[in-house]
């Protein structure tokens, strides 16, 4: 499995409704994780999810994001081909006024060496 290291200036976005089908993706999204827009919006956005991940990660960021807090931590996608790319993202929660429903901003930057280490063997214990 081929692994995509994100650049420093690399930064992913999207948007998703309350279900997180995404709404949004920009184009550092789209590059790193292969897809074109047409074939984000309006799929899940665990289009991207990657095996390693454990669902308690999930579990716990749709937990605050629906209390209303922001979110961060690392995560493992994967990507069209197979690949994958690790993050560090932070949702927002946040209502759409255009949409008039809640929706959920993704900003996903480049973690260090270290921190991936790190959140790799904190998932090791969560399966």
């Known amino acids: 499995m081929k692994e995509y290291v994100l650049k420093s200036d690399d930064f992913l ?10 709404l949004f993706a920009n184009d550092d999204f ?8 047409d074939e984000l919006v309006g799929k899940p956005h665990n289009i991207v999810r990657h095996r390693d991940m454990p ?4 579990k716990d960021l749709w937990e605050t994001v629906k209390s209303g807090k922001i979110w961060t931590g690392y995560v493992k996608n994967s990507t ?3 690949g994958f790319y690790w ?9 759409d006024e255009t949409r008039q429903a809640q929706t959920y901003l993704s900003c996903r930057r480049k973690p260090s060496s270290q921190e991936i280490q790190e959140a790799e063997a904190l998932y090791k214990t969560l399966r």
Do not use: R
């Open 55 to 58: 669902k308690a990660a999930f």
């Open 80 to 82: 069209k081909d197979g």
């Open 13 to 22: 976005v999207s948007q998703t409704d309350a279900k997180g089908i995404i």
């Open 87 to 95: 993050v560090y993202a932070t949702v927002y929660p946040m209502y």
């Open 30 to 37: 789209c590059k790193i994780a292969g897809y074109t827009i």
